[in-house]
């Protein structure tokens, strides 16, 4: 807790914007110091919210010197982003002018922010929980529409909305269970136990089924991993390139060329796809080569889609049985009619020389993802921490059906509701908040 109300008492700064790009860089302010930071340098401070321009200056020893001319907005608490005194700099962007700058806000009594820091001061000031926040870090990063689309709704307070409802149904049936503490069992009415058992039953099956997702939001929040394993010279890395478009791998006539992991970032259906190329499966005894097999099992075992190449001519099976495609290769060459006719759902003729199958096999990859990361009904849960604790919550409220005596099933309900609240940052999360504001970039 030391630490909260030391935050509140400082003043920090950090460019909003990426360092070195752009035409205007954004110095964002935050803490008690603003106002007076905001008069030393421009000396008419503006009107609330209301950009205007002014010169900033620097006054040292009598001397007076320009720094810029810049955009500045200034945000008096609590209306604001961290709902403290706040401003931004909307500076030109040069280092030099940054750098300026900087060097008098730390004059003035500010310190540098923290990653994360300001939108965690929006956390500790209550403007918004811990789930928005991790929300708003998530559409800092978003790459894609789905991925922007997914954290929109947990920024906006889908997923807390959805943790808040269970909170509030846990806690009306503590207040049953209380009753029934209270009150001997005879003067009771069967029903309210009854009730009391069943909402516990349907939170329980509704939370194991927000679990039973497959993992589409986290999936969806960090990308998929698709691996490209199978025999040497099966075409492997000659697929990677034709889906990344440039040579990222070496291709030669040599069976075993691949050795190291070789990952590719692409976006299929409007989801980002990390393409893992390996070394090709064979026995050897070369130990470069078995390190290489070794990753490539790995890879393979924790890809989400591991599709496996083998030549159209190959006659062996697939040597990676947990595979989920089958991809004949080579088809511009002669293939077999048995080949040609075992095409099935789950393989798929492809030649990258002719182009022929591709197009197919990549409109296939598309719909892969879009199953991957599909889902109807409420926010999905994107991060383990999520996982984590409404697998805790789903313990305590299974303890909570076992329990017989009313006094422990409602501390079994207590300790579920809790579980909640660490989610949504609403009990104790002084120990969370390093590890998920750490992750933010600075200025956010
Ligand atoms: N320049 C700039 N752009 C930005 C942000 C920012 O801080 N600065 N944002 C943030 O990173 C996002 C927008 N989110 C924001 C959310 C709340 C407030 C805010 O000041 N809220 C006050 C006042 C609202 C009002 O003007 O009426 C409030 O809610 O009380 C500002 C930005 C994205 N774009
Ligand atoms: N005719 C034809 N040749 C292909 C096709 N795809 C790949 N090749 C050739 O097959 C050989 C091996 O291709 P690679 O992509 O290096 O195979 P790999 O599976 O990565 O091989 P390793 O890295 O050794 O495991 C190269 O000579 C490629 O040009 C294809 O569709 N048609
Ligand atoms: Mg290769």
Redesign the pocket.
């Known amino acids: 807790m030391e630490n909260i109300s030391l935050n509140s008492n400082t003043t920090i700064f950090a460019l909003?914007t990426a360092m070195g790009r752009g035409a205007v860089a954004?110095m964002?302010l935050s803490g008690p110091l603003t106002y007076s930071i905001l008069h030393r340098m421009c000396h008419q401070v503006p009107q609330p919210?209301l950009a205007s321009v002014r010169k900033l200056w620097k006054i040292q020893e009598g001397q007076k010197e320009l720094l810029d001319e810049a955009l500045l907005?200034w945000?008096p608490g609590?209306?604001?982003?961290t709902?403290e005194d706040?401003a931004?700099l909307?500076l030109h962007a040069g280092p030099a002018v940054v750098d300026a700058v900087a060097e008098v806000l730390v004059s003035y009594g500010a310190i540098p922010a923290q990653a994360g820091e300001?939108?965690k001061r929006a956390f500790l000031n209550g403007?918004i929980d811990l789930l928005q926040a991790e929300g708003?870090a998530d559409l800092v990063e978003a790459e894609t529409q789905a991925q922007r689309k997914q954290a929109l709704e947990q920024t906006e307070g889908g997923l807390s909305d959805l943790y808040h409802g269970w909170a509030k149904q846990l806690r009306e049936v503590l207040a049953f269970q209380e009753a029934l503490i209270d009150f001997p069992d005879e003067d009771l009415p069967q029903e309210i136990e009854e009730n009391v058992k069943r909402i516990i039953v349907d939170l329980h099956s509704e939370m194991i089924d927000h679990l039973n997702d497959q993992g589409r939001g986290e999936r969806l929040r960090k990308g998929l991993t698709f691996a490209i394993v199978g025999p040497p010279n099966a075409g492997k890395s000659s697929l990677l390139n034709y889906l990344a478009d440039r040579d990222a791998a070496i291709v030669t006539e040599q069976a075993g060329t691949t050795r190291d992991v070789i990952e590719v970032r692409v976006v299929l259906g409007d989801v980002p796809v990390t393409l893992v190329d390996t070394a090709g499966l064979r026995e050897t005894e070369d130990e470069i080569e078995k390190e290489g097999i070794k990753r490539a099992y790995k890879i393979a075992q924790n890809a989400d889609y591991v599709m496996c190449l083998m030549d159209a001519a190959d006659k062996n099976d697939c040597p990676e049985l947990s595979c989920d495609l089958l991809v004949r290769t080579k088809i511009d060459l002669n293939v077999s009619r048995e080949t040609l006719l075992s095409q099935s759902d789950k393989t798929v003729l492809i030649s990258v020389k002719s182009g022929e199958g591709m197009d197919k096999f990549k409109s296939l990859l598309i719909q892969k993802t879009k199953e991957l990361i599909s889902r109807q009904g409420p926010p999905p849960l994107t991060r383990v921490r999520h996982r984590l604790g409404i697998t805790e919550c789903v313990q305590h409220l299974q303890k909570a059906q076992e329990m017989e005596w009313a006094e422990l099933r409602g501390e079994e309900l207590r300790l579920a509701m809790q579980s909640l609240g660490r989610l949504t940052g609403a009990v104790g999360v002084e120990d969370l908040l390093d590890t998920i504001f750490g992750q933010f970039c600075i200025g956010?």
């Open positions: 909003a954004i964002r919210r907005l945000f609590p209306n604001s982003y709902g706040s931004e909307h300001f939108t403007r708003i956010k």
